[in-house]
């Protein structure tokens, strides 16, 4: 099974960054990128990719560890950015050290369970907001979230997350994504 670990924004959070989004899809040349809908926002602290189900149990307790070794901590929704022309994004704000950290945990117990994880590389929190399928300037874009700034929310959950990739064909068709287990962060041993 397709997986990733991550934190999902609370409903009120995402109802304001749905509420910026909705003007950025106003903006000349937003019918040609694909914008990601709103179930589908949350920061991915790691991608795991295909997992073998035997696999999930032994990574399943030692991202419970990971949440119990984390303490809740405040993040919002703020600013943003790209990745070269093809995907919008945007960022957090708060205590992006402890997100940092639980990256970098999560990363780990999955090394410690055997998934394949491929090069290191420093986590940088974002959401996806839209990608293009070729070239665009999101420049307009980004200076659009710029001053975006949602209110803070408490992070109190790791998820492991199941991806469903798209597999009719119709264009503009979204992963879906469904929660396989849920940790509450702290009460740590």
């Known amino acids: 099974m397709r ?3 991550a934190v999902l924004p609370p409903p009120d959070a995402l109802r304001e960054l749905a509420s910026a989004v909705k003007e950025l899809e106003g903006l000349p040349g937003a019918r040609s990128l694909r914008w990601t809908e709103r179930p589908a926002w949350h920061f991915t602290l790691a991608f795991y990719g295909e997992v073998s189900e035997d696999v999930v149990p032994d990574l399943s307790e030692r991202l419970a560890r990971a949440a119990r070794h984390t303490e809740p901590f405040p ?3 703020s600013g943003g950015g790209r990745f070269g022309d093809r995907a919008l994004w945007v960022g957090a704000s708060g205590d992006v050290r402890a997100l940092r950290l639980l990256a970098d945990r999560v990363e780990s117990a999955a090394r ?3 998934v394949e994880m491929g090069e290191h590389r420093p986590y940088r929190p974002h959401l996806t907001l839209a990608r293009s399928r070729g070239p665009a300037d999101l420049r307009p874009y980004v200076a659009a ?7 803070e929310w408490r992070v109190a959950d790791l998820t492991l997350v199941r991806s469903r990739l798209p597999r009719s064909g119709v264009p503009g068709e979204q992963p879906r994504y469904e929660t396989v287990e849920r940790w509450g962060l702290g009460a740590g041993e």
């Open 75 to 77: 993040l919002s929704v």
């Open 3 to 5: 997986l990733f670990a």
């Open 145 to 151: 979230l710029r001053e975006f700034a949602g209110r």
């Open 112 to 114: 410690k369970a055997g």
